[in-house]
């Protein structure tokens, strides 16, 4: 499995910004997504926004023209920058990956999750 770590989640007032960073580990990843869910207290866990290793998005239908996702593939690592945050926003953020890797010279498939981060949106 292909770890994933995720980090920048935290404390944030309503109409603020936050930049969420997930690296995958391995050395090259192929036929690739790449994304973010979100899970808040009492709620289905959903989609946040997704991303290929060629740049194809796709946004869940919670996101309201304020988020942005974006990736580094020589890093293995995307990006999800969320502006003008509200209060419903409050959420477990975790980082997904799935496609192919190789590692020792090898392709494998992986699926993986991050352990999730943090964000509370709060005045």
């Known amino acids: 499995q292909v770890q994933l770590v995720e980090s920048g989640g935290g404390l944030v007032q309503p109409g603020g910004s936050l930049r969420l960073s997930c690296k995958g580990s391995?050395?090259?990843?192929?036929?690739?997504?790449m994304g973010w869910y979100r899970q808040a207290p009492g709620k289905q866990r959903e989609l946040v926004a997704t991303?290929?290793?060629?740049?194809?998005?796709n946004y869940g239908d919670s996101v309201k023209g304020e988020f942005t996702i974006s990736r580094d593939n020589a890093k293995n690592t995307v990006y999800l920058e969320m502006n003008n945050l509200r209060p419903e926003d409050t959420a477990v953020y975790y980082c997904h990956a799935e496609g192919r890797i190789l590692l020792g010279g090898v392709w494998s498939d992986f699926d993986s999750w991050g352990q999730g981060t943090q964000v509370t949106v709060s005045s």
């Open positions: 391995g050395s090259i990843f192929s036929r690739n997504v």
């Open positions: 991303i290929t290793d060629i740049g194809m998005i």
